[in-house]
């Protein structure tokens, strides 16, 4: 029969292609491996996974390794013939041979693989017969990394780390040097994992046998009492994790191999930046100011301050007089909690979350366009793609596995072509680069479009039968002044035209954007010629292919989904329809407003207004994060009342009237969606610390307060609540999400949809729209004064304010925001390396530490906002996105001097 194979002549069918190795872990058949792990490729090294094959019973049989040998139909496998047994104890042996007896005696089965095997083929260091080697003994220890640590002499060679480093995360730190018993492993250039390029990943931690390289967590992994599945709290990969407590402690954490999204794979905040959760400067009491200063108070007392305060000012000023803003790094089950307290029981829309000054546009662009706001495509489909197109985006810092992913498949040969003002990391492995000027994105995607349209490459069948606008937009792009956009951009036409013939000639064509395309004055505007992109090439609706948003944090999809926004209920429903205003209405129970609720901005304009009283932040440090801060301080402190939701004293916090300590994620249950519209289950791996409650607990305590009777938290009820009112979690439930959850829309019966717009786009056709580049209000206004341009970006080892990652190790592998600076602006004003530089735009001045780098080209410049002592956001905009409110943090009209000594401070 064909796909039948005897194991142990036992009968087995098997899948073509699969390995003896894989198909007897399938079957639950245990045998030993040394240099084998489940997600680099086979490499038959060590041989201690050998069987025997015979291809008819009986009949002669060959030794071969079973992790790359392919089943044969038909052939008979033996797993512990006396021969296979034989010869394991025999390999087995050998490696002992260049392996510390001391280490090996007080090696523990449960942590080293060295000391299961031995048990496994019945071996010890006694029974070994061979002269022992020397080579790899008395190694120095290598522990000046905060997290990687390094003691060769318990390597065995075996290659795993190595694999690890080359095939998971792209960065081949690690190799082999010398021959024989001089052969050893090497970090970087022979020096320690501090002085290496090692991104920290912990890839090669997670796969080494033996403990040879390790981390300060994970040799700890296994004295766990517990071990807890659930996501990553850092960024839109939505990384699944496994979390190892003892004594209701963290103590570990790993990324399970079984996991859709991350494979085995995570970076070092969700590996390793956890210990936030119980640092001493969480929140521990709700604390109420008064004359000034922050005093603990009990639940009840801030529950009833609370509620008697938004009930005054209602009852004054009317329910619009209040607004809230919500979080992303919050549960979809928090978030719909939120925007349900603001609706039905103050009587506002007044709703909105972060991800309003991140990915606003994405959602707006991609509606306009397709009729969704979300990723058509899985990251998977990396796999499958000729070509990707990254714009504005640095996915090797803010969304480290999916970075890793595109870096392996750009050096496989899948074409890449990265739109960015920063040589980032893709870039250099970029076929192409548009290293343009910050703002001119428009100007850019329409050169392509140009160029598209002039070689004749759209896919006319696609444009047909399912787009609208076409000719109008083809007209209009015809009509373009390709030599002034050059001009514009800085990005020489010959080579956007080789990128866009590169994208529009792949079969497959797969577009990722991040906040370089959305935190423009003309976002939206970019993510509707992105989509046109796609369209034109007929690149919807198939694997390989798609517009696919990188978001920012964790539960930027879900807070949207989940109706946090003020034009917008939960699932996308326009609320001023009067059909779906019954249909909440009926739903909660409770008469709703109908009006369009206040943005972000617009909030902060009503608060420096008077207009708007009162406020409830959940879990955003907007004193920090949010543009303009002089301005946004000034809004906050005009209002009559406000709560913040944090774990800990941010700079928002302590302008509050209240605080209340919510959870982390560590701490609760729910769920959240990552980028490609993943809904997966966060599951509590430790109770909340002392004194803190779960953030959706605490919003539930105050509609109960305030009259609205809602059940205690619960993530299963929670989910079946909002499935009945959200159309695409239709046929989601708390069971059927399982370990690698599913995305969205899910229809009744659990079935999930990994590719959207297949056959139709959400409003029929997909709408063609042209728009014309304008030079940003900050440049226009400012830039005589202000003559060079600043962008923002983030760093790897932090996340956004950097209010958790800033209480782990990471800060102390980044340490500060820094300046980066062309050797040509830096020379031009007398600049060092590493000299503090005082930066000034039309709002305010830092001062900040100089890195020079032709990373930036001459003009443009770079930095983070991760660190509150520099405080970057005195000198962002007000500028916006003209359609969606989102701010443009990616022009900053400056100018700059070599400091002298000077504080943070506001111009004007």
Known sequence: MENTVYINDQHVEFTSGETILSLLRRQKIGIPTLCDAPNIKPFGSCRVCSVDVALEKDGPSKVQASCHTPVTSGSYVYTHSDRIKKLRKNIVELVLTDYPKERFAADSPKKNSIAWITQEVGIGMADVRYESGETHFNNKPDDSHPYMRANMDACINCYRCIRACDEVQGEMVLTMEGRGFDSKVVIGQNEGFSESECVSCGACSQACPTGAITDVFNSKFNDATEKTRTICTYCGVGCNLKVATKNNEVISITAPYDAEVNGGHTCLKGRYAFKFYNHPERLRSPLIKKDGEFVEASWDEAYDLIATKLSEIKESHGANAIAGISSSRCTNEENYLMQKFMRAVV????????????????????????????????????????????????????????????????????????????????????????QLRPGTNVALLNMMLYYIIEEGLMDLEFIGSRTEGFDDFQNQILAINIDAMESVTGVKKSLVRDAAIAYASASNAMSFHGLGVTEHSQGTFTVQLIANLAMITG????????????????????AADMGVQPHQGAGYLDFTNPEIHDLYQNYYGVDLPNDVGLKIPEMFDAALDGKLKAMWIMGEDVAQTDPNITKLRKSINNLDFLVVQELFMTETAELADVILPGASFLEKSGTFTNGERRVQRVNRAVPPIEGTKPDGQIVIDMMNRMGYSQPDYAPDTMLEEISQIVPFFKGITWENLAINGKQWPVAEGGVDTKIIHTEEFKIGKGQFAHFDWRESEELETNASEFPYIITTNRDLEHYNCGAMTRRTGNVDIVTEDVLLINIEDAQSNGIADGDMICVTSARGKVDIKAKISDAVKPGVMSTTFHFPEIMVNLLTSDVHDSEAKCPEYKVVAAKIRKSKGEVREVVG
């Open 539 to 558: 690149n919807i609706g198939r694997k390989g292919v798609g517009v696919n948003p990188l978001r920012g944090q964790n539960n930027v999809q879900g």
């Open 347 to 434: 009587g506002t829309n007044n709703i909105d979350g972060c991800a309003r000054v991140c990915h606003s546009p994405t959602a707006l662009g991609m509606q306009r366009a397709f009729g969704t706001g979300a990723a058509t495509n899985s990251v998977e489909d990396i796999n499958h793609t000729n070509c990707m197109l990254v714009i504005g985006a640095n996915p090797t810092s803010a969304h480290p596995v999916t970075g890793a992913k595109m870096k392996q498949a750009a050096m496989k040969g899948t074409t890449l072509i990265v739109v960015d003002p920063r040589e980032t990391v893709l870039a250099r492995y970029a076929n192409y680069h548009l």
